[in-house]
């Protein structure tokens, strides 16, 4: 009979003992697994990287337009003035003048009642695409609202270019196009163009002309 008793003393305790350890071990506190470096990159880096990006893309855009500069600066305008001109208002927009103007009447319109005369005393000019390394344009003579097509489009376009369509109010010379054989190459070789007022043309000039 004590033995029994014993026994189940002895057991009684096992378990209440079994049952005062596990609550402990649940409530021992769990280590922090979470990567704080993957889940938010440190700011510095962040903030160097676009600093080095946006560095970059000024320095190529300010040296970008610095070289085109100096190559639009190297014509002669005056060379081939035009005759001073008071613009006091515009004529009515002829489009019979130009039997494929109005296929853009749209543009033409827009850029005619915005602009003022900004080639050749008298014209004002307005260019658009025309495809890939390609633009195309026309010019409206303030005096009688007729319409004339600017030398441009594919015959003076080229797939290196530096610039186009280069014009000066006070002009009748035209750039069309400054163009290299490919990006690596310094030298370029140009479009150019005279108008010819008494014949309503663009005359093309050769390289030793345009100076």
Known sequence: MKISLLLISLVFAFFSCK????PVKDQEPKPVTIDTSRATPPKEIKTDTEAVIKESENTTREESETGTAAISDDFDFKKFPSKNYKFI?????DFSSNEGAYNFRTRIKKAYASGTPDFASYYITVTFGCGASCIMGLMMDVRDGKIYGLPLGEETSCLFAEDRAIFDPKSRLFIASICKESPEDKSVYYHAFVWNEERKIFEK???KDRK
């Open 19 to 22: 049952d005062k350890k596990e």
């Open 89 to 93: 208002k515009k004529a009515k927009l």
């Open 205 to 207: 000039i050769e390289e």
